[in-house]
């Protein structure tokens, strides 16, 4: 189903804040623990999990804390928890002085003034903070220019490590080459060296190395851990010709604790926003001058939601941003300027262009995105931009690429050597609605694996429901169709008892009927239960006052969240079908059938 990239059915709704998190750090060490979760192996060999960068930090209370960069995250634990991992990559969104990009490494060093050190790579560079009290800290600072002669490929890591002389030793990874440089007695510093050729030992010379750090712990001997193509090694003082893999102790972080439930699936994104300044409402931003949504909130909002609703299971992170000073390019219609697009939301839609003519193609080419994605940069694009800005809600560029809720971009007319998928996003509008848009994704998508949605919005439901029916059909089939209700479709439906003329998408989701239907069942996939139903209205997903307008939007919310919820996300397959759809909405080839 296309949805026209205009407006739908206008309810403002207040931004949610930014959960910033504190960043709780006292002063720790010990000993790398023996064992830990793990869970089952993917069925399929793609872009799982990026295993960045691990480094241990003895605080001054003398115990042990171990940070973990998985997927663009930041993990913590401390000693003696080792079982529990705390996502705290919250405390680095939103801050001023770090700009956006996928963190790839986080070290702290206690140094000899008492003072603790924090340094967090993302995006290529290295950003430091000081530690100014218990609890405090200073502001964060770019540090890029204290690697000359490093290179100029994008960093990925930097790591402090005080030794038991008192003297530092700094180690900074860059383009896969490892650099070190060590203190002066008279605290000076001397030039960078490489010091790649150390790692031999360590894994496949053909992998990229991504991060190094050198702890050294209670016992006085050091460790050192080398992380290498998604592998991370360790070896201890004096053996330092073995090198060993202790990757498997990472297996479980980040994912679900369901062994049923799949394993994360990572994907890169770059996002172009279109956002120019409108120069007669004081030369504000579109976005800020409308007072519509903040890009960057809404992007880890969904971003959040959608790791929430599948399980873990889609973890995004943001590997590159393009801000752009301008109205979006059009192939069919001239593109806006600020008074022709101020009169379009003045008197819409009358004077508004209704045609999805963004020109993905020179926008494709003028920004080198089919060259990232082939060159594995990136997995997906974003696109930002206000109301009639032409944009499909998603579709896809690349060789084989099909409907996902818009036109397929020739392969002819781009370069892109891979699939990619696309999304086009709407600052004036809350997060649910670009939880609708991967919702009408998962929708195409999966109509492209069967070959046929028969119970597709905005068409009058079949009279009789295919004795046939494929998955997709019987995972959406709605209150109306000629069957026990399931999940119905991603506007709602699943328990409104009439198809209604009026209403031929089938927005329902406020809906108080009561309606029995298989959805729930649908989290024992493939192991459905014919019968298997529950008496459910909106008060499921949208709370108590779900029919109530004061209720809008809670229900909104937690209906998106509820069927992108039962998604299948399990490990395995049946009957030639990935019991994980969302491989196939995330990474099509690597399960086309």
Same mark, same amino acid.
């Given at each position: 189903?296309?949805?026209?990239?205009?407006?739908?059915?206008?309810?403002?709704?207040?931004?949610?804040?930014?959960?910033?998190?504190?960043?709780?750090?006292?002063?720790?060490?010990?000993?790398?623990?023996?064992?830990?979760?793990?869970?089952?192996?993917?069925?399929?060999?793609?872009?799982?999990?990026?295993?960045?960068?691990?480094?241990?930090?003895?605080?001054?209370?003398?115990?042990?804390?171990?940070?973990?960069?998985?997927?663009?995250?930041?993990?913590?634990?401390?000693?003696?928890?080792?079982?529990?991992?705390?996502?705290?990559?919250?405390?680095?969104?939103?801050?001023?002085?770090?700009?956006?990009?996928?963190?790839? =490494? &986080?070290? +702290?060093?206690? @140094?000899? #003034? $008492?003072?603790?050190? !924090?340094?967090?790579? *993302?995006? %290529?560079? /290295?950003?430091?903070?000081?530690?100014?009290?218990?609890?405090?800290?200073?502001?964060?600072?770019?540090?890029?220019?204290?690697?000359?002669?490093?290179?100029?490929?994008?960093?990925? =890591? &930097?790591? +402090?490590?005080? @030794?038991? #002389? $008192?003297?530092?030793? !700094?180690?900074?990874? *860059?383009? %896969?080459? /490892?650099?070190?440089?060590?203190?002066?007695?008279?605290?000076?510093?001397?030039?960078?060296?490489?010091?790649?050729?150390?790692?031999?030992?360590?894994?496949?010379?053909?992998?990229?190395?991504?991060?190094?750090?050198?702890?050294?712990?209670?016992?006085?001997?050091?460790?050192?851990?080398?992380?290498?193509?998604?592998?991370?090694?360790?070896?201890?003082?004096?053996?330092?010709?073995?090198?060993?893999?202790?990757?498997?102790?990472?297996?479980?972080?980040?994912?679900?604790?369901?062994?049923?439930?799949?394993?994360?699936?990572?994907?890169?994104?770059?996002?172009?926003?279109?956002?120019?300044?409108?120069?007669?409402?004081?030369?504000?931003?579109?976005?800020?001058?409308?007072?519509?949504?903040?890009?960057?909130?809404?992007?880890?909002?969904?971003?959040?939601?959608?790791?929430?609703?599948?399980?873990?299971?889609?973890?995004?992170?943001?590997?590159?941003?393009?801000?752009?000073?301008?109205?979006?390019?059009?192939?069919?219609?001239?593109?806006?300027?600020?008074?022709?697009?101020?009169?379009?939301?003045?008197?819409?839609?009358?004077?508004?262009?209704?045609?999805?003519?963004?020109?993905?193609?020179?926008?494709?080419?003028?920004?080198?995105?089919?060259?990232?994605?082939?060159?594995?940069?990136?997995?997906?694009?974003?696109?930002?931009?206000?109301?009639?800005?032409?944009?499909?809600?998603?579709?896809?560029?690349?060789?084989?690429?099909?409907?996902?809720?818009?036109?397929?971009?020739?392969?002819?007319?781009?370069?892109?050597?891979?699939?990619?998928?696309?999304?086009?996003?709407?600052?004036?509008?809350?997060?649910?609605?670009?939880?609708?848009?991967?919702?009408?994704?998962?929708?195409?998508?999966?109509?492209?694996?069967?070959?046929?949605?028969?119970?597709?919005?905005?068409?009058?439901?079949?009279?009789?429901?295919?004795?046939?029916?494929?998955?997709?059909?019987?995972?959406?089939?709605?209150?109306?169709?000629?069957?026990?209700?399931?999940?119905?479709?991603?506007?709602?439906?699943?328990?409104?008892?009439?198809?209604?003329?009026?209403?031929?998408?089938?927005?329902?989701?406020?809906?108080?009927?009561?309606?029995?239907?298989?959805?729930?069942?649908?989290?024992?996939?493939?192991?459905?239960?014919?019968?298997?139903?529950?008496?459910?209205?909106?008060?499921?997903?949208?709370?108590?006052?779900?029919?109530?307008?004061?209720?809008?939007?809670?229900?909104?919310?937690?209906?998106?969240?509820?069927?992108?919820?039962?998604?299948?996300?399990?490990?395995?397959?049946?009957?030639?079908?990935?019991?994980?759809?969302?491989?196939?909405?995330?990474?099509?080839?690597?399960?086309?059938?």
């Amino acid at each position: 189903m296309q949805l026209i990239f205009h407006r739908k059915p206008r309810r403002r709704l207040p931004l949610l804040s930014t959960a910033l998190g504190a960043l709780s750090l006292a002063f720790a060490a010990s000993a790398l623990p023996a064992t830990a979760a793990v869970g089952p192996a993917s069925v399929v060999q793609g872009r799982t999990n990026t295993l960045a960068s691990f480094g241990p930090t003895v605080y001054s209370d003398g115990l042990q804390r171990q940070y973990l960069v998985k997927n663009g995250r930041v993990y913590k634990r401390t000693e003696p928890n080792w079982n529990t991992w705390e996502n705290i990559s919250a405390a680095f969104e939103g801050v001023p002085q770090l700009p956006l990009g996928e963190n790839t =490494s &986080f070290d +702290v060093e206690l @140094y000899r #003034d $008492g003072l603790h050190r !924090q340094f967090l790579t *993302r995006g %290529g560079h /290295v950003y430091r903070r000081i530690q100014t009290g218990i609890d405090q800290w200073g502001l964060w600072e770019n540090i890029d220019a204290a690697f000359p002669g490093t290179g100029s490929e994008p960093i990925s =890591s &930097f790591s +402090v490590a005080v @030794y038991a #002389d $008192g003297l530092q030793r !700094q180690f900074v990874v *860059r383009g %896969g080459q /490892v650099f070190r440089r060590t203190q002066t007695a008279s605290g000076g510093w001397p030039a960078w060296e490489d010091i790649t050729s150390v790692f031999s030992g360590a894994g496949s010379s053909e992998a990229t190395i991504t991060a190094f750090h050198v702890a050294l712990y209670n016992d006085g001997k050091l460790r050192q851990f080398v992380t290498r193509g998604d592998q991370v090694y360790r070896r201890t003082e004096p053996n330092w010709n073995t090198w060993e893999d202790i990757s498997s102790l990472f297996d479980g972080v980040g994912r679900s604790a369901d062994p049923r439930v799949d394993d994360p699936i990572h994907k890169r994104v770059m996002v172009i926003e279109f956002n120019p300044t409108i120069q007669s409402m004081n030369n504000l931003r579109l976005s800020q001058a409308k007072g519509w949504y903040d890009p960057r909130v809404l992007e880890q909002q969904y971003i959040q939601f959608l790791e929430q609703a599948s399980g873990q299971v889609v973890q995004y992170s943001i590997a590159k941003h393009v801000f752009v000073d301008a109205f979006a390019p059009r192939t069919q219609n001239p593109i806006y300027s600020e008074a022709t697009y101020l009169k379009c939301l003045a008197d819409e839609p009358d004077t508004c262009p209704r045609q999805n003519d963004f020109d993905y193609v020179s926008v494709l080419r003028q920004y080198g995105v089919c060259e990232k994605a082939n060159a594995g940069e990136i997995d997906e694009l974003w696109l930002w931009g206000g109301p009639y800005f032409g944009y499909f809600e998603a579709n896809m560029a690349g060789p084989g690429a099909f409907w996902t809720n818009g036109d397929p971009i020739p392969p002819q007319l781009s370069t892109c050597q891979v699939k990619l998928n696309i999304m086009g996003f709407n600052y004036e509008r809350e997060p649910e609605r670009m939880l609708e848009d991967m919702g009408h994704r998962v929708e195409g998508t999966m109509k492209h694996r069967f070959g046929r949605w028969a119970n597709s919005p905005p068409a009058p439901p079949p009279t009789m429901f295919p004795p046939d029916a494929n998955l997709l059909e019987r995972f959406t089939a709605r209150g109306f169709d000629a069957t026990t209700a399931a999940c119905g479709n991603i506007h709602g439906s699943l328990n409104t008892p009439q198809y209604d003329p009026g209403n031929r998408w089938g927005y329902d989701f406020t809906n108080g009927h009561y309606e029995y239907n298989t959805c729930d069942d649908w989290e024992n996939y493939p192991n459905l239960s014919p019968g298997a139903t529950t008496l459910n209205n909106c008060t499921k997903w949208g709370g108590p006052r779900c029919t109530f307008p004061d209720g809008y939007r809670a229900a909104d919310r937690g209906w998106h969240l509820y069927w992108l919820g039962k998604v299948p996300n399990f490990v395995g397959s049946h009957l030639g079908v990935q019991n994980n759809w969302w491989w196939y909405v995330m990474d099509w080839d690597v399960v086309a059938p």
